[in-house]
């Protein structure tokens, strides 16, 4: 667990007496790209949930840089840097953009010792660097999907995350849109910010991801480079199909 930025030490989850995450294990480093794939109904969101700290596990632990998080409540692990998006985009309906990507940076950074100008400026960078610069006064109902995703994105932004863990944010784009949505992702990368990327589109998975995990049924059934992945006789059975 040394050194990494997140280590899940043998998560469980139950709900009621169905077992949605047994024993699962597994470390992401500063910066790193780690892809997750899995059938639906794998514990793939669970597995977020359980991260983030807006589900509590039932056994084991989460670790963020050496401290032990598992007990923490979710708006505390964001102040420590693990951001997430939803797989259903939650916008407030009734706020501009920009204002939507204030509500999280105010918090953040502790309103406080930040001016309202500052705010603004912020939130107009952060839509900028995700492709938004134009629309900083827009409605989210006025968003198309695509650009939906985009705002689910910068708000998660707008915590600095040091980690940012990103639940099917391709799910129903265009083959274009996802191209710009992973051009998006890997500028956010180099600039150091560790990426955690649920998806099920295997194309974006490939290009994207240093390492992929495969979970099956609340369990890591496997967990290798991209390539190896796409090649394991296990996956290819219960994910990848023929
Ligand atoms: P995935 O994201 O991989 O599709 P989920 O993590 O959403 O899978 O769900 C894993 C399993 O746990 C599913 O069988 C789902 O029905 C169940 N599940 C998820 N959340 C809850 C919940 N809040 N209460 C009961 N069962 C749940
Ligand atoms: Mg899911």
Redesign the pocket.
Known sequence: MNGALLAVNAVSKL??G?V?LADVSLTVRSGERLGII??????????I?CIGGSLGTDSGSIWLSGADVTLLPAHRRARLGIARTF?VPRPFASMTLAENIAVPLEYVTHRKSLHRSDVAAQAHAILAQIGLGGRADASPASLTQVDLRKLELARALASRPRLLIL?EVMAGLSAIEVDEMLAILLALNREGIAIVM?EHIMRAIMRFSERVIC?DA?RILAHGAPAQIVEDRDVQRIYLGD
């Open positions: 709900f009621g169905f949605a899995g059938p639906n109904g794998s514990g793939k969101s669970t597995l949930n797989q639940d649920i979970l609340g």
